[in-house]
């Protein structure tokens, strides 16, 4: 089968889905290959092309399709605003084992939205009208869009719904919060309830997922066909196989310190480049660190953001984790970083 066979056949099917999210400077090909050794998601997506003027398909981003090291589905995504680059980027990547072409609608950074882009598009329903009608005539394997609620206010997203409704795309994931709300609280995941119900196609619920016991409520209560997971699964890589084990009503393991230490590790090994300044490598896992420390405490969280070698960077990690105590790895809500600093 081919990879966009195995995706049209895992969205026929009735399992609940689970997809890592998209993540820029994260879900690289290195860090795809860490997370599926822990289990992994059934779906992978990449993070988003830049696609404008003349660009073709970055190379970095296109290695995570080419070279895929986890055998399971890759998605492919857009983002941009160029209607013709948009569908000759996306005809070029359907040459690749690609499994879907998606269309970020969500991006809230700024830089992106400002010009029209990711999430700035919620503010253009007439422009994402002609995007999708483009690009569902040039994708001919399965077409994916993933949206926030709206661009200023949540009241957008019936408005939202309907326009994608218009379009047989193939799956709809959306992010519980509008793109001013950047990362603060207050997802509104009755909204995805909502948006199960009234789509015909499969939906995608994504945003601020956690826990196993939270997962399995969240797919009772909405209904949805899967859960996208980012920054939980950064946290813990368990996180998938946890969801699988509570959906089965298995007993969940909890890692330990070492286990959370050795996961560290293989970060390390696999992020890090040969070569590469010692403070680079270090800045570089202090990026993943942001996430994995929000389930570890307020204090390490403080010790690592200021360790600037290798050394002080292991010694860190020891102090706090090497411990054979079991890890929830749930984020203390104070400890969660702030993503619009971190972005
Ligand atoms: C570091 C980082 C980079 C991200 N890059 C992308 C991206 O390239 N494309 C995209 O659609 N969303 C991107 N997102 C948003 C995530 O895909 C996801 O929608 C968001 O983090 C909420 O899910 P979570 O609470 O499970 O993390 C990014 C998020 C983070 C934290």
Redesign the pocket.
């Known amino acids: 089968m081919t990879p966009a066979e195995t995706f049209s056949a895992l969205l026929r099917g009735t399992a609940p889905l689970t997809a890592l999210?998209?993540?820029?400077?994260?879900?690289t090909l290195q860090f795809m290959r860490v997370i599926d050794r822990y289990g992994g998601p059934e779906i992978y997506?990449t993070?988003?092309f830049r696609v404008h003027g003349d660009s073709r398909p970055e190379k970095w981003i296109l290695d995570s399709i080419t070279k895929n090291p986890t055998g399971k589905p890759v998605v492919a995504?857009l983002?941009g605003n160029d209607i013709p680059a948009l569908v000759r980027n996306a005809k070029l990547l359907q040459k690749f084992p690609v499994a879907a072409i998606?269309l970020?609608l969500?991006?809230p950074a700024p830089i992106v939205y400002r010009k029209c882009a990711?999430g700035g598009l919620l503010r253009e329903p007439a422009k994402i009208d002609a995007i999708l009608g483009a690009l569902r005539d040039a994708v001919t394997i399965p077409f994916t869009v993933?949206t926030r609620l709206g661009f200023e206010s949540a009241a957008e997203f019936d408005a939202l719904l309907a326009l994608f409704a218009k379009h047989p795309i193939d799956l709809l994931t959306v992010?519980a919060?509008t793109v001013k709300q950047m990362?603060r609280p207050g997802v509104r995941y009755d909204l995805i309830a909502l948006a199960a119900k009234q789509m015909k196609c499969p939906v995608l619920l994504?945003?601020?997922?956690f826990s196993a016991a939270q997962a399995k409520q969240l797919l009772a209560e909405t209904q949805v066909r899967g859960l996208?997971?980012?920054?939980?699964?950064i946290r813990n890589p368990w996180l998938f196989d946890q969801i699988r084990a509570e959906l089965r009503g298995d007993k969940i393991k909890l890692p330990t310190g070492r286990d959370v230490l050795a996961y560290i590790h293989e970060l390390w090994d696999n992020e890090i480049t040969p070569g590469v300044k010692e403070s680079a490598q270090v800045q570089r896992m202090k990026?993943f660190m942001n996430?994995i420390g929000a389930g570890i405490g307020e204090k390490f969280l403080h010790d690592i953001r200021r360790v600037a070698t290798t050394a002080d960077f292991w010694r860190v990690c020891g102090e706090f984790l090497d411990h054979n105590e079991p890890m929830e790895l749930e984020p203390a809500p104070a400890a969660d970083p702030n993503?619009a600093a971190?972005?």
């Open positions: 999210a998209p993540m820029q400077d994260v879900t997506w993070e988003y995504q983002i998606d970020n969500g991006c990711g993933k992010h919060r990362y994504n945003g601020n997922v996208m997971i980012g920054r939980g699964a990026k996430f993503l971190i972005l």
